[in-house]
């Protein structure tokens, strides 16, 4: 399975209630919707946690996940130009993206 993790913040000044509208109604149905995508994932980033001997404060506020089943399906989707030009519009909506492409080796799911 190859994931991709995005981590980012919001531009300064920008209005966190309407982006959360924005990324939890339509960004999240479009994510949901891409070709192969098996999971998707947002979250909001906990910065006041930090283990203990730790630095305090998170860099980055939010982070989204996308699984897809294998590398080929991964590339056919994501590189694909529909997506890159939409993923360039998106990209004005938040700060400082890092983008992380990993091949999960092992995977478990709990109840809870």
């Known amino acids: 399975m190859i994931r991709l993790t995005v981590?980012?913040?919001?531009?300064?000044?920008?209005?966190?209630?309407?982006?959360?509208?924005?990324?939890?109604?339509?960004?999240?149905?479009?994510n949901e919707g891409m070709f192969?995508?098996?999971?998707?994932?947002?979250?909001?980033?906990?910065?006041?946690?930090?283990?203990?001997?730790?630095q305090a404060g998170a860099p980055y506020r939010f982070m989204?996940?996308?699984d897809f089943p294998?590398?080929?399906?991964?590339?056919?989707?994501?590189l694909a130009q529909d997506v890159q030009d939409k993923l360039s519009e998106d990209l004005k909506k938040i700060h400082n993206p890092l983008f992380l492409v990993s091949e999960i080796l092992?995977?478990?799911q709990t109840e809870a």
């Open 36 to 54: 192969g995508v098996i999971a998707t994932d947002f979250g909001c980033i906990d910065q006041q946690w930090t283990p203990a001997g730790m």
């Open 106 to 108: 092992i995977s478990s």
């Open 70 to 78: 294998d590398r080929e399906t991964f590339e056919r989707a994501f």
């Open 64 to 66: 989204t996940i996308m």
């Open 7 to 30: 981590l980012y913040n919001l531009p300064p000044g920008a209005d966190e209630a309407e982006f959360l509208r924005w990324r939890t109604g339509p960004h999240q149905s479009s």
